[in-house]
């Protein structure tokens, strides 16, 4: 495409301003946005929005921005919409974000310079080998990047920024819906999707160069509340079966060497213990479980039982009660039923001169649930690379190339209507 050899991309720069504001989201707060400062992004999106010409850009009360791009052709053009989450996760502070522009890398370590401890190698991050002569972001040290998915929102502003521009390239409606909380699984909690009006949607939240994920983790939550025999310390022989220690003895029970996310890759599924909290008389362990298929999940679920029950053979008076909770689906369950979105995807990241790679993710979007509410939504790459650490990074290069594939796969899906 002529007008993108010649385009100045602003996909970087913009990512430089967004990085610096503070949006990570809080999994213990009930609110939503779980965080209000998420507004504070969400509002500079809209202003910048507007300033283009975008004339229905902004947040609702939930901390959502909505804005559309209208048709510039005379075709029948399903509705597309590109989404980005506005948050960061509470993994690692996103506060006071420095952003740091390494140009031209040859492979060296790159020391990040506010805690030379964090050190980026190639050794350690091999996705750099493909980045050599390219210019490497990462934050300064203390912080994570926000690459994770704030590349996603630059790419998709810089790409409502060319079309604009270059009125002369076709394509249809195409709606922005930038969320709030996807850290914490809440990302389309409060979505008004009949508002939206998107027929198809793509996240833009993957991250090697070249990357259409049509498929992720099955999740879901599993709680197990253990009852145990409280008694005084000093006068507890034979009487006390403390939860605490029943807990620590279920946890250290679990597998290491498989169904942990230390041992598995690929299509491995697994158990994970993410909290626990009690007393001797009552102790919660909180877990998540992960499995590409429904199948899998049951089979988790019912491994933890028999662990439990196993565990709790040597106290004959304390008592479980294990609970699982649906959290989001493999979204190929949905997007096998809708090829075309995959398939266009793929053809758009060869227009823009990469090779796809159609691969799986080892989590979720908001797409795993946009898909099963009825807007099936693959993930196409944003360039982002150990995003939820210290070491988080992204190059320019890759975030011009994701711009550059929303351009073809806007213009695909006008072509091909």
């Given at each position: 495409m002529q007008a993108l050899s010649s385009y100045s991309f602003t996909a970087h720069t913009r990512f430089l301003r967004y990085v610096t504001i503070d949006t990570q989201s809080d999994p213990y707060s009930s609110s939503c946005p779980s965080t209000e400062k998420q507004k504070d992004l969400?509002?500079?999106?809209?202003?910048?929005?507007?300033?283009?010409?975008?004339?229905?850009?902004?947040?609702?009360?939930?901390?959502?921005?909505?804005?559309?791009?209208?048709?510039?052709?005379?075709?029948?053009?399903p509705v597309l919409c590109y989404c980005s989450h506005m948050d960061t996760s509470p993994d690692c502070s996103g506060a006071g974000v420095k952003p740091i522009i390494h140009k031209n890398y040859q492979g060296q370590d790159l020391v990040l310079p506010d805690d030379p401890k964090q050190v980026l190698r190639l050794a350690e991050h091999p996705d750099l080998k493909e980045q050599l002569g390219n210019d490497i972001i990462t934050a300064s040290g203390t912080t994570l990047l926000g690459a994770d998915n704030k590349a996603g929102l630059a790419e998709i502003m810089d790409c409502v920024h060319f079309l604009l521009n270059n009125p002369e390239i076709k394509h249809g409606t195409i709606k922005l819906?930038?969320?709030?909380?996807?850290?914490?699984?809440?990302?389309?909690?409060?979505?008004?999707?009949?508002?939206?009006?998107?027929?198809?949607?793509?996240?833009?939240?993957?991250?090697?160069?070249?990357?259409?994920?049509?498929?992720?983790?099955?999740?879901?939550?599993?709680?197990?509340?253990?009852?145990?025999?409280?008694?005084?310390?000093?006068?507890?022989?034979?009487?006390?079966?403390?939860?605490?220690?029943?807990?620590?003895?279920?946890?250290?029970?679990?597998?290491?060497?498989?169904?942990?996310?230390?041992?598995?890759?690929?299509?491995?599924?697994?158990?994970?213990?993410?909290?626990?909290?009690?007393?001797?008389?009552?102790?919660?362990?909180?877990?998540?479980?992960?499995d590409f298929t429904d199948e899998g999940l049951v089979a988790h679920a019912n491994y933890l039982?028999?662990?439990?029950?196993?565990?709790?053979?040597?106290?004959?008076?304390?008592?479980?009660?294990?609970?699982?909770?649906?959290?989001?689906?493999?979204?190929?369950?949905?997007?096998?039923?809708?090829?075309?979105?995959?398939?266009?995807?793929?053809?758009?990241?060869?227009r823009a001169g990469i090779s796809p790679k159609l691969q799986s993710i080892r989590g979720g979007t908001d797409g795993s649930r946009l898909s099963f509410m009825g807007l099936p939504c693959p993930n196409i790459f944003a360039g982002e690379h150990a995003f939820h650490s210290k070491l988080e990074w992204v190059s320019v290069q890759d975030m011009h190339k994701a711009v550059e594939t929303l351009v073809h796969l806007a213009v695909l899906w006008e072509e091909k209507s």
């Open positions: 969400g509002k500079v999106l809209v202003e910048e929005l507007l300033a283009m010409g975008i004339v229905d850009a902004h947040v609702d009360e939930h901390g959502y921005v909505y804005a559309t791009l209208p048709s510039n052709t005379s075709k029948q053009v819906l930038f969320t709030p909380d996807e850290e914490i699984g809440r990302g389309v909690n409060k979505v008004d999707l009949q508002k939206l009006g998107a027929e198809v949607a793509y996240t833009v939240d993957g991250e090697t160069l070249g990357s259409l994920e049509n498929e992720t983790f099955s999740a879901d939550g599993a709680v197990i509340r253990i009852a145990g025999v409280a008694s005084h310390p000093g006068f507890a022989k034979g009487k006390m079966e403390s939860a605490l220690k029943i807990a620590a003895e279920l946890i250290a029970a679990l597998p290491k060497n498989e169904s942990s996310p230390e041992s598995t890759e690929g299509k491995q599924g697994f158990i994970h213990p993410v909290a626990i909290k009690g007393s001797v008389e009552e102790t919660i362990i909180e877990l998540i479980l992960r039982r028999k662990l439990t029950e196993e565990v709790l053979k040597a106290y004959p008076n304390a008592t479980y009660n294990l609970k699982t909770t649906e959290q989001y689906r493999n979204m190929k369950q949905v997007l096998d039923q809708h090829p075309k979105l995959t398939e266009l995807g793929l053809e758009a990241i060869r």
